[in-house]
Each structure stands twice: as structure tokens, then as C-alpha cells.
């Protein structure tokens, strides 16, 4: 490892890329893409570099100059025609994936929508259900209150029956004591004409026997009075109690009612129940669509990714391929500058910097490399094409 840190694979890999990018791969290229290093270190590990390939292309370095022109200028055009199909096919591709992640955010946007109208239904139908639940509950409750409503009214029916067969037994009663009347009447009236016509010395005794009648009738006639107000207090209650059974029925009736009512508050809500159910498994079957959807999306973003990789990797090959040619054609290419021609020194750090010189002659290593015999105020200087440009 050099002294200021850098290493000949980063060196290596600012060299590649500065190529890969049709660039030349200069000291002070390099230098500005690492951000540290000395010219000395990295021109060696770039010297190194050079050598490592052209042990690779020792094969190639006896190609004539118009066959490196031609491999030069196929291997260019390789890269063109593949850059220029990479970036159209790049291009297609950023296309359909911005039109695929619009899809997928319309379908993110749908499921979500989907998956709050379904909390939406879930809520309406737990709170259905414990309407259902309330409402059997006041079905349980008004059932129990008919049972009750009903054992009561069965009790006051035969309350009323005992009342009616009661009522049925005083009039009887009151006929008989009425029919008994009429013929003790009768019995006295035909008693009286009997005694009239018989011997006067009897009148004194019948008068007494009928004053002993008129008593008896007296009686009778309050045991009658007495018959009547019994009679007339048995109608009282029992029109109080036709009264109760009337209120009972009627009461009877608003509970048949409400139960109605009840029960087709019931079929209302086990229709709605039902239709909830039908659209949650319809949302729930649009959610397993939409969840196929993205998938088959992600499959074939898949699928795109993949060809970029391959094209990638294709385009990394052909650079590689580039940079062999671009090496040869260098080898083959003729110098620079011209015998005679004036040059300047461009690079900042030698010490010849900003100095014209005359090119005396020029030299071509086996490396690639060319180098100049420069001569500044008769005295001569061997220097690299990389650091002169023409005056």
C-alpha cells in the first residue's frame, strides 16, 4: 500500500470507469475522480495497469494499422449500436415500469378503499348483530310477558266462570223463591175463599192465620229484598269483571301487535343481514383479484429487472471488448507531434511547466506509450504525449 492511502484496485476500477466513459485515463483524471493520491503512486499503479494488459494483448500488438482502424472502428460501433439499444430499451422499460407502478398505485389506492369499505360493513354488521341480540333479547322478554299475560287471562276466564255459574245459581235461587211466592199466594188466595165460604165462626181464626200469613209474607218479602241486593251486587261484579277481561284483551291485542311488529323488525334486519354478508364476500373476492394483480405486476417487474441485468451485463462486455480495441488502435496509432513541431509542457507539477520546446524525435514503447525527445534552450528532455499539447 502507498503512503497516502491509495490502492492499485481503486486505481484500477477510476481506470475502467474513466474508459468505460471514452475517456483517457490520465494522472490528474484519476487523481480528481479518487480525491487523494500522488501522481508518482498512481502513474506507477497506471504503468502496472498497462503492462498487466499487455501481457493480454501481446497476440494483438502485430496487427497492422488499417486492421486496428477497422477493429476501432467496429468496436465503436458495437458500442453505439448497444448503448443505443440499451437506452431505448431502458427507455421501454421505464415506461412500462411507470406505467406498472401507476397501476400498482391505483390498485394500492382501490385495495386500501376496498379494505375501509369492508371495516366499514364489519362494523355495521357487529352492530347489526347486537341489534339482533337486543331484539331477541325483547323477544324473550315480550314472550315471557304473553306467557304471564296469558296464564293470568286463562285465571281470570275461570274466575269468570265461577262468577257466571255463581250468578247462574242466585237467579235460581231468586226463581225458585219467586215461583214458591207465587204459589203460597196462590194457596193463601184459594185458602181465604175456601175459609170465606165455610162457617163465619171460623173468620176470627182465619184472621189470625192471616195475620200469621201476612207475617210469613212479610218475611219472605225481605228474604227477596235481601235475594235482590245479593242478585243486583253479583251483576255489579260481574261487570267489573267483564271490564278487567275487556282491558286484559285489549292489552292482549297491543301485545300481539308489538310482537308483529317485532318479528318483521326481525325479517328486516335478517334481510340486511344477509345482503351485508353477500358484499363482504363480493369485497372479499375483488380484494383476492387485486392481491392476483399485484402479484402478476411484481412477477413481471420481475421479469423486466432481470433483462436489465442481462442487458447490463451485456453492455459491461462490450465496453470490455471497447477498451481491448481502444488499446490496440492506441498502439497503433501514429504519434502525436511531428520532428519539429513546438510543444508546451501542460502539466502543472513538472518542472518543465509552461515551456516551449522542439520535438526532436519521437519513440513508441511497447507498451503503447509514446515519448518525446523535447529540446528547451539546446537542452534535451524525454517526456510522455500525455503532459504536451501543440503551441
Keep these: 500500500m502507498a503512503r497516502d492511502g491509495i490502492t492499485k484496485h481503486q486505481v484500477q476500477q477510476v481506470r475502467n470507469e474513466l474508459i468505460a466513459q471514452g475517456r483517457h485515463p490520465s494522472v490528474e ?16 499503479y497506471l504503468r502496472e495497469l498497462e503492462v498487466d494488459e499487455k501481457g493480454r494483448l501481446d497476440n494483438l500488438s502485430a496487427l497492422s494499422d488499417e486492421l486496428g482502424q477497422f477493429v476501432g472502428h467496429l468496436a465503436q460501433r458495437l458500442q453505439e449500436e448497444a448503448m443505443q439499444r440499451i437506452q431505448t430499451t431502458e427507455e421501454r422499460h421505464n ?4 406505467e406498472r407502478q401507476r397501476q400498482l398505485d391505483v390498485l394500492r389506492q382501490e385495495l386500501m378503499a376496498i379494505s375501509e369499505h369492508r371495516d366499514k360493513l364489519e362494523h355495521q354488521h357487529r352492530e347489526a348483530l347486537a341489534q339482533i341480540e337486543e331484539l331477541k333479547h325483547a323477544r324473550h322478554q315480550d314472550a315471557l310477558q304473553l306467557s304471564s299475560i296469558t296464564a293470568e287471562n286463562r285465571h281470570l276466564s275461570g274466575t269468570i266462570q265461577d262468577k257466571d255459574k ?3 245459581s242466585l237467579e235460581e235461587k231468586h226463581t225458585h223463591a219467586r215461583q214458591a211466592l207465587e204459589h203460597y199466594r196462590e194457596s193463601v188466595k184459594t185458602q181465604r175463599e175456601q175459609e170465606q165460604h165455610r162457617h163465619d165462626h171460623q173468620v176470627q181464626q182465619l184472621q189470625a192465620e192471616l195475620r200469621l200469613s201476612h207475617q210469613a209474607l212479610s218475611v219472605k218479602q225481605q228474604e227477596c229484598t235481601t235475594l235482590k241486593a245479593q242478585t243486583q251486587q253479583q251483576s255489579e261484579e260481574l261487570q267489573h269483571a267483564t271490564q278487567s277481561v275487556s282491558k286484559i284483551e285489549q292489552q292482549l291485542l297491543g301485545i300481539q301487535n308489538s310482537q308483529q311488529q317485532t318479528e318483521q323488525k326481525l325479517y328486516r334486519k335478517d334481510t340486511e343481514l344477509n345482503r351485508l354478508q353477500k358484499q363482504h364476500e363480493d369485497l372479499q373476492q375483488q380484494y383476492a383479484e ?3 394483480k399485484v402479484a402478476s405486476l411484481q412477477e413481471k417487474e420481475q421479469t423486466w429487472l432481470q433483462e436489465k441485468a442481462a442487458l447490463s451485463a451485456s453492455l459491461i462486455t462490450q465496453q470490455q471488448l471497447w477498451q481491448t480495441f481502444s488499446t ?4 497503433s496509432t501514429p504519434p502525436r507531434y511531428a520532428k519539429g513541431e513546438d510543444v508546451i509542457v501542460i502539466d502543472a507539477e513538472h518542472a518543465l511547466y509552461d ?5 526532436e524525435r519521437c519513440v513508441k514503447k511497447r507498451d503503447g506509450s509514446v515519448k518525446y525527445s523535447v529540446s528547451f534552450d539546446g537542452e534535451t528532455y524525454t517526456l510522455p504525449d500525455r503532459i504536451l499539447r501543440l503551441a
Design 29 to 44: 483524471l484519476v487523481r480528481s475522480e479518487l480525491g487523494t493520491g500522488s501522481n508518482t503512486t498512481i502513474l506507477k
Design 95 to 98: 415506461l412500462v415500469v411507470a
Design 166 to 168: 255463581h250468578i247462574q
Design 290 to 292: 387485486a392481491a392476483a
Design 328 to 331: 490496440v488502435n492506441a498502439i
Design 355 to 359: 515551456r516551449i520546446g522542439r520535438v
